[in-house]
């Protein structure tokens, strides 16, 4: 006898695989934010520029707001809050770490900061943007609206390391690099 799938036996279990692919998500960035908590401060060391040191300070106390977030996240569809390793965060990590190693402390090794720092923004814009997709087809309005909250958080760093980057690489290091 051949079973027939309705479509809204799809739809539930469609879903349910979402659901899933969200959680998944949510234990990834969850993970990837708290190793960022760690790393931040270390970049925040290595820097010779007090601007930038402060932006990435800054984002440091912002970080700890979004896991906070994202625990309240986890708690609005009845999870406990667990992490899962976020390889593509660990890659990121490291290639910032290569920078810091590679270059000496100051106004090239900031600009590489810059650099590997606005890659991670774009890593958690991307993550934050999908899994607020994903909340909101799923109907869970309150983790759409804290998503949202950390997805602008995110492109405003990303804004902000933008605008810093000319104040952070003097202008003498600019036009002695060109064409190097």
């Known amino acids: ?61 912002e970080t700890k707001q979004q896991v906070v977030r994202l625990e309240s996240v986890f708690d609005s569809i009845n ?35 810059i650099m590997a720092c606005q890659k991670i923004e774009h890593y958690e814009i991307a993550s934050y943007g999908t899994l607020k997709a994903f909340a909101s087809i799923l109907g869970y309005n309150k983790a759409t609206t804290l998503l949202e909250d950390t997805l602008t958080e995110e492109k405003n760093a990303d804004i902000e390391l933008t605008k810093i980057t000319p104040k952070v690489i003097a202008a003498k290091d600019n036009k002695d690099n060109i064409g190097h």
């Open 79 to 113: 999870l406990k809050a667990d992490g899962k390793k976020c390889e593509a965060m660990v890659g990121l990590l490291k290639e910032g770490d290569e920078i810091v190693a590679e270059f000496d402390k100051g106004e090239i090794r900031d600009a590489g900061i």
């Open 1 to 61: 006898m051949k079973t027939t799938v309705t479509t809204k036996q799809r739809a539930v279990a469609s879903n349910n695989q979402l659901h899933t692919l969200f959680v998944d998500g949510l234990k990834d960035i969850y993970w990837a934010e708290k190793a960022l908590l760690k790393a931040l401060p270390k970049m925040a060391k290595k820097t010779l520029s007090p601007v930038l040191a402060n932006a990435l300070n800054m984002h440091t106390e």
